[in-house]
């Protein structure tokens, strides 16, 4: 309730676009699900929207109507003053009755058509009341789970790192093991082992790895050294 609070505040008196004319609001929901209730004030809201467009259309065409009325009227006006010419009253009479009646539609559209904006105003923002709230809880969630996987993500570099040495360890000493056994019992005996080892190319490549691993890890030194001492020199000058 105090977000809530905090986001009717914080829109309060603003100028709030019509949500579902704009295509900005309809992208958030490739990112995120409409809820029931949202589903239910978007149908909602462009259900008034196409009643204020259908009543200004109809009262357009209704402000037509009575005026080729009045036309009517005017122009069969001399010819209804003889009372002998029921042809002529006729039509002023209908013409009138017809008057009446769409002077009786315009109201009734009109004073429905002075409450619409405030209920689009008032359903617009309900409707931007709870994206604001789906949509801070999605980042919420959204953040809570990037901590999450981060964390995972650290874990698993410092466990990669681990093995990878582990298993650079375990390279050498095979070669190791090997290079000794070939160089005590011969080649010949070797063949009897179903392991084979390009010794010289072996070795070389495991020297290449430690003597790069010994080389990152000066580097990493050194770096922390430099922001060491760069901290050092600013709080001196501080």
């Not at 009755?97 to 009734?108: A, H, S």
């Not at 298993?167 to 160089?183: A, F, G, R, T």
């Not at 080649?187 to 790069?212: C, S, T």
Request: contains cysteine; charged residues 40%; proline residues 1%.
């Amino acid at each position: 309730m105090a977000k809530e609070g905090k986001f009717h505040d914080a829109i309060n008196g603003r100028k709030i676009p019509i949500l579902t004319l704009d295509n900005k609001w309809h992208k958030l929901f490739t990112q995120a699900e409409e809820s029931k209730e949202m589903e239910k004030l978007e149908k909602k809201l462009n259900e008034l929207i196409a009643r204020q467009g259908k009543l200004n259309s109809e009262l357009k065409d209704l402000k037509k109507i009575k005026q080729d009325l009045m036309n009517g009227i005017v122009a069969n006006m001399s010819a209804a003053q003889d009372e002998n010419n029921h042809k002529a009253n006729k039509i002023v009479d209908e013409s009138k009755r017809l008057i009446d009646e769409t002077n009786e539609k315009m109201e009734g559209y009109e004073d429905e058509l002075l409450d619409l904006p405030r209920m689009i105003q008032d359903t617009n923002k309900e409707l931007m009341l709870l994206t604001m709230e789906e949509c801070y809880a999605l980042l919420k969630d959204n953040t809570k789970d990037i901590i999450a996987i981060g964390k995972w993500i650290k874990e698993m570099r410092v466990e990669l790192k681990r093995r990878i040495l582990k298993k650079q360890h375990m390279e050498i000493v095979n070669v190791e093991i090997y290079s000794w056994l070939q160089d005590i019992f011969g080649p010949e005996v070797m063949d009897m082992f179903d392991i084979e080892y390009d010794i010289e190319a072996q070795r070389n490549d495991l020297l290449a790895k430690r003597e790069a691993m010994l080389e990152e890890k000066e580097r990493q030194k050194s770096e922390q050294s430099r922001g060491g001492t760069a901290q050092n020199t600013e709080l001196k000058e501080q």
